[in-house]
């Protein structure tokens, strides 16, 4: 059958579908662009995410570190200033201990007979034997001038006893009456000289005794690791 034009109703419908198609077809367009922008948002938004993450996990990490070694700085300076403290106690503690010491020891030149055997022993023992010189100058404190002068009669004769040496001694009472007592020996040249002063001999026994000492109030030093 030959075909014949369109009417005006069946151009109409036509165009309708031409419409419909044109239409369906966009809307499918439309859907899969819609599709993949929120496939490639998706996609954006979990990069952004992720590295957002990754930014706030090392901020987070830094000021952790950061909190650490704060802390550990705080502790270690108070750890310190308390030992500091310690260490200060402690050694006011030894300083008091001294000082009891030393006033004990100046007590001493009250008992005047007690007194003199002692300087006799100081000069004999810890003076005359040692020195072993014929001729020897003992210096003592101005106030025990008197004390001297007896207790060095009767040294020279108990060297002589036990050296079978003679021994010439003068006095010489010129030391500060503000020491403990005690005197120092020189010999008449001069070339030795030992002082038996009781200051210097407590002295001499605080640097001794002061580990020994330390051990009795304290107890071992942790932190110390070798022992003579």
């Excluded at 003592?140 to 108990?158: F, M, P, T, W």
Aim: charged share 35%; glycine share 4%.
């Amino acid at each position: 059958m030959a075909s014949r034009p369109l009417n005006d109703q069946e151009v109409v419908e036509e165009m309708k579908k031409m419409v419909a198609f044109i239409k369906q077809e966009a809307n499918e367009k439309a859907r899969e662009l819609r599709v993949k922008a929120d496939e490639e948002f998706a996609i954006e938004k979990a990069k952004i995410v992720r590295q957002e993450s990754l930014a706030i996990d090392s901020n987070f990490e830094k000021k952790h570190k950061q909190a650490e070694t704060s802390l550990k700085i705080a502790q270690s300076t108070s750890t310190n200033k308390s030992r500091l403290r310690v260490l200060q106690a402690r050694e006011e503690l030894l300083q008091d201990l001294f000082t009891e010491a030393r006033s004990r020891i100046a007590s001493l030149s009250a008992d005047e007979g007690k007194y003199s055997q002692l300087l006799e022993g100081i000069v004999v023992e810890q003076g005359l034997l040692r020195i072993l010189e014929p001729e020897v100058i003992v210096f003592g404190r101005k106030k025990d001038s008197g004390i001297l002068h007896s207790v060095v009669s009767n040294a020279a004769e108990q060297y002589n006893e036990i050296s079978g040496r003679d021994v010439k001694i003068s006095v010489e009472a010129v030391l500060s009456d503000d020491i403990a007592g005690g005197v120092k020996l020189v010999s008449a040249d001069q070339r030795i000289t030992l002082d038996n002063s009781l200051d210097e001999r407590l002295g001499l026994l605080e640097d001794r005794m002061l580990p020994e000492i330390r051990n009795d109030l304290f107890g071992l030093n942790e932190n110390r690791k070798f022992y003579t």
